[in-house]
């Protein structure tokens, strides 16, 4: 039986590695999203930074150690292999729910999910006993688990999704009004004061939150931190802003760009230092239950883990292995990358491809918030509302592609990192429970909306994804608490059989999930995406173009002959594939129809006609995929409702067609990857051979129909793949004539402003 536990413990440091990995992963938005959004400093200085946050804090741990052992139950209830059972069923539904969540690339609370994990596997666990007593109820469920702790965090939870967003936004509201978005031609006061008042708040931060219970803090500065916060404050004031006043006027450094690159180290060290124990805190608990139950002597059914309810001392050591983890985390994780993604896209300043879609709730808020804002302008004096809109007033960007510039500026970073140091900073002092990540988002979303980030054309996306991150949140809680208690049970029946399989289990899905998303952001990654026109001529356009239509006639033509294949061999699999990449590419000319606005902002005065051009293109292109589409579905539809396949001689000729229209692509492309332009003309020559052909085959059909066939789902699917066939033709025929008359090979394509030929490459 002792093998068991060792068995027990070797999982759980190997799952303490794992969780790690994936809570580092979620957790990196805390720290990272101001300093990424804004594009402060460059990623590699971002992640040094963070990464010498990460190790200090980690050598600085405490905070949740105490709550792994005895914050949520009782120990002194429970006997060693209960615990055991505990810390395995949390461990197991920890690092799938965190790694479901990177998955998604969503933020989630590693706080609240390993809090709900104790809290649903020690009740599990609470009721079997009482259950198996029959001098207990479930009245007595009290006296096995920590209700008040609970319920303190549930609130916690509530409160901190609330006051993160208002004082964000109000903060960031009055800095803007102060600051404006030309904060850069401020007197030099101004931004010494927003300094002086921003980098104390995060020197508080770090002291209170941060290294306050770090072994190299001497005694008497954790009492003169613990007595004198208001000294403190207020020395560290003077000094900071007189400092960032001689900055900015004598050495002529951004001073936003510090504040940033201190308040990313700052979150950084808090994160390390508060959540680490998240991951490690419940295996070093079991490590030390186990030593304690060895000393005992004892059986293991026998022996009361009263030993827990002790304070402990964790191993320098295993802190030290523990930061250098989460460091390399930082470094190679494409899911921080992702999760990142999500918090800088809902608070970005431009308008991006919107990740999630509104829904009745988000509509709602948006339309009362409108009608809130109306009325709260109609109370103020004119000349109140011109200072606001002058102070709100965006500095236009010339020559830079949207997806270059920052999500939002050095000011909304600066206050993003400012607002949540305090509030944690406020929540720490007053021992109240916080989740970082919470905070940190939230006061992101407040920031981004006083901002004027959610403008009428993006509001309702991005309410939406706030929506959407907060239920996660919630369903945090519930599915850690039940996914929890399920794993206790089952390892408390099944012992070491059951922890095999669950082991086996977890091992499975993180490495489906892995290669999942690998795949996925490779698919991100690939060439055969289409790209934003920039330039600012037809003859630009012309060439800056090509590559979309080579793409299209590629990505296209392999879908035309899937669909093809697919009926000839009744392949679902293959057909089901080949929808979702036409939806694919149908979303992408999507995004190409909605940058239209940007492209002609971008126009030079003379070159309008590069406008009707590029939107002649863009609907030929769209007609394209229309064709393909309903071929794709009409197809999948067919084979998936078992209907009766074509007749041999129906697929010998579209396999036919297939063939010719295989050759005229290839020349297509060829053409487009070349810049051969001129060559177009040569493949409009031979466009009546092939939609001849198509016309043959109708009317062979039609004989057909006429004489000796049977099916009427069969002639109505034939007809539909010819006739869309001939659509296809006389879209992609079109945009061909669209170069061939806009093309000048004597004109020099228009260049970005401030671009070289080089770079442009």
């Known amino acids: 039986m002792d093998n068991l536990y060792i068995y027990m413990l070797i999982a759980l440091a190997f799952l303490a590695v794992a969780d790690l990995v994936v809570g580092v992963s979620n957790d990196a938005v805390n720290f990272l999203n101001s300093a990424i959004g804004s594009k402060a400093v460059s990623f ?48 197991i539904t920890d ?13 989630t ?11 649903g596997a020690s009740v599990c666990i609470a009721i079997l006993k009482i259950y198996a007593d029959d001098n207990q109820s479930l009245l007595d469920l009290g006296q096995y688990i920590n209700n008040e702790k609970a319920i303190e965090i549930i609130l916690g939870i509530l409160l901190s999704v609330v006051v993160a967003f208002t004082v964000g936004a109000l903060i960031q509201f009055v800095s803007r009004l102060l600051l404006s978005f030309k904060f850069q031609e401020k007197p030099s006061w101004y931004g010494a004061l927003f300094s002086g008042f921003a980098v104390t708040s995060i020197l508080y931060f770090i002291l209170i939150k941060g290294v306050k219970n770090a072994s190299f803090m001497s005694a008497e500065i954790k009492e003169f931190v613990a007595t004198s916060p208001l000294e403190l404050i207020g020395v560290s004031f003077v000094i900071f802003t007189l400092l960032s006043f001689v900055i900015i006027r004598f050495t002529k450094n951004n001073i936003y760009t510090i504040i940033i690159v201190i308040g990313t180290f700052a979150l950084a060290v808090a994160f390390a230092g508060n959540d680490l124990v998240n991951f490690i805190g419940v295996p070093i608990a079991a490590y030390n239950a186990f030593t304690d139950w060895v000393a005992s002597g004892q059986l293991a059914t026998e022996f009361r883990m009263t030993s827990l309810a002790e304070a402990v001392q964790t191993q320098p050591y295993l802190l030290l292995i523990a930061g250098l983890i989460m460091v390399m985390t930082l470094w190679f994780s494409s899911k921080a990358k992702a999760v990142v993604k999500t918090s800088v896209d809902l608070s970005r300043q431009d308008n991006v491809k919107e990740r ?15 009608l809130a804002s109306e009325g709260f302008n109609q109370l103020l004096p004119k000349k109140s509302k011109d200072y606001i809109e002058s102070q709100f007033e965006k500095p236009i960007v010339v020559g830079s592609k949207n997806e270059d510039l920052p999500a939002f500026d050095l000011v909304r970073a600066a206050v993003n990192l400012m607002v949540a140091s305090v509030l944690i900073s406020i929540a720490t002092s007053m021992k109240l429970p916080l989740s970082t990540t919470y905070v940190t988002f939230m006061v992101a979303m407040g920031t981004s909306l006083a901002d004027r980030a959610w403008g009428s ?3 309702v996306y991005r309410v939406a994804g706030v929506l959407n991150v907060i ?65 600012s001529s037809t003859q630009g356009v012309i060439v800056e173009s090509a590559s979309n239509i080579s793409n299209v006639v590629k990505r296209g033509n392999k879908i035309y002959t899937s669909a093809i294949n697919g009926l000839a061999t009744q392949n679902l699999k293959l057909l089901k594939k080949n929808k979702k990449n036409i939806n694919k590419l149908s979303s992408e000319i999507d995004d190409l129809r909605d940058n239209i606005f940007y492209f002609i902002k971008n126009l030079e005065e003379p070159s309008v006609s590069a406008s009707n051009f590029y939107i002649n293109i863009l609907g030929y292109l769209q007609d394209m995929a229309q064709s393909l589409d309903y071929i794709s579905n009409v197809s999948y539809k067919h084979i998936n409702n078992n209907h009766k396949k074509l007749k041999f001689s ?10 010719a229209m295989e050759i005229m692509f290839a020349n297509i492309k060829a053409a487009f990857d070349n810049n051969s332009f001129e060559d177009i003309g040569i493949i409009l020559k031979e466009k009546g051979d092939i939609m001849s052909m198509v016309t043959e085959k109708i009317h ?62």
């Open 44 to 91: 590699k200085t971002i992640i040094i930074v963070a990464s010498l946050g990460v190790a200090l804090g980690a050598m600085s741990s405490s905070g949740m150690m105490e709550v792994a052992r005895k914050g949520i139950f009782n120990p002194g209830e429970f006997m060693f292999d209960e615990i055991m059972i505990i810390f395995m069923a949390v461990m």
């Open 95 to 107: 690092i799938l729910l965190l790694d479901f969540f990177n998955t998604l690339g969503l933020p």
């Open 109 to 119: 609370s590693t706080t609240v999910s390993i809090v709900f994990e104790l809290l």
């Open 356 to 370: 999630f879609e509104p829904n009745f709730l988000s509509r709602g808020i948006v339309r009362v918030s409108m």
């Open 457 to 459: 054309e993006s509001a």
């Open 471 to 535: 239920g996660g949140w919630f369903f945090t809680a519930f599915s850690a608490f039940v996914a929890a208690a399920i794993m206790a049970l089952v390892l408390f029946y099944g012992r070491g059989y059951a922890l095999t399989g669950l082991l086996v289990l977890a091992a499975v899905l993180l490495i489906k999930n892995y290669l999942s998303h690998r795949k996925s952001s490779k698919e991100q990654k690939e060439v055969d995406t289409l790209q934003k026109a920039e330039s």
């Open 650 to 659: 129906q697929i010998k000729e579209l396999k036919e067609i297939d063939e």
């Open 700 to 761: 062979k059909q039609v004989e057909r129909t006429r004489t000796d066939e049977s099916s009427p789902k069969n002639t109505t699917l034939y007809f539909s793949l010819l006739l869309e066939t001939k659509d296809l033709l006389k879209a992609t025929m079109s945009l061909l004539e669209e170069y061939h008359d806009a093309h000048d090979s004597k004109i020099e394509p228009a260049r970005l402003p401030g671009l070289s030929p080089e770079e442009e490459e």
